[in-house]
């Protein structure tokens, strides 16, 4: 059981340049939901969505879109990077929307944006 | 708003040592409280979880009590081992719109040395 795959693991962007993170989750979950990991600031919600076809904006959403077009899979867009959007990302997934529900988290991709 | 305050790291130890990582939350409901780890190069994993006020969640000799009258949850062990070293996040989860709002501390991270 896979569980949480993120694609990919690291990447180096250029100022300006857009790219596309990969989420796909194999546990039939609703919802889905993609982080940022900043040093000493824990993790911040930039999007999520509630089910297939939706999305919501988090804590952090400028700059970043999102799709999810298909239940299992939640795309992070970058249109234009900047060096502030250099990070770990961490996408997860939910089974429901109740409050006992656990977090599962994919292993990061790291972003190096110079 | 919300929020989740954990005690500063780095936290060392030597094996078997005694450990106690401080957790305490602000919430104008009844958010469920989790502890979650991260170990090098992987995503965060749940430790444990508590849903209501006196409840003790338990896994791997972790435990941690729901306490509502000091807004606390901490985290302890007693007795730690090299493999726990790692990123310990305390969460606490409400409801917010379409579903629930996970809210994390900055992360506590722990060296157990030999």
Redesign the interface.
């Known amino acids: 059981n896979a569980g ?1 795959t993120q694609t990919p693991k690291f990447r180096v962007l250029k100022t300006g340049q857009s790219m596309t993170l990969l989420c796909a989750q194999d546990m039939n979950h609703e ?1 889905m939901y993609w982080y940022r990991q900043d040093p ?4 911040r ?1 930039i999007h ?1 969505s ?1 089910g297939e076809g ?1 999305t ?1 904006k988090g804590e952090v959403p400028d700059g970043y879109n999102v799709s999810r077009l298909k239940k299992q899979n939640f795309l992070l867009g970058l249109e234009s990077a900047a060096p502030s959007q250099t990070s770990v990302y ?1 996408c ?1 997934s939910s089974s ?13 991709t790291r972003l190096t944006v110079t | 708003g919300n929020s989740v305050t954990q005690m500063e790291g780095p936290v060392t130890l030597s094996e078997e040592a005694f450990l106690t990582i401080n957790c305490t939350y602000t919430a104008t409901g009844y958010p469920s409280l989790f502890w979650y780890v991260q170990y090098p190069g992987e995503g965060l994993q749940l430790l444990l979880k508590a849903t209501k006020a006196d409840d003790k969640g338990s896994n791997k000799g972790f435990e941690a009590t729901y306490r509502k009258e000091t807004t606390s949850f901490h985290l302890e062990k007693g007795s730690v081992q090299v493999s726990d070293s790692a990123v310990y996040f305390c969460a606490l989860s409400e409801p917010n719109t379409g579903g629930f709002k996970t809210i994390f501390g900055a992360g506590t991270r722990l060296f157990v040395k030999a």
Do not use: E, I, K, R
Not at chain 1, 40 to 43: E, T
Not at chain 1, 100 to 105: G, W
């Open positions: 949480v919802y000493g600031m824990g993790l919600l999520y509630v939706t919501a961490f997860a429901d929307g109740t409050t006992y529900s656990p977090l599962h988290f994919g292993n990061g």
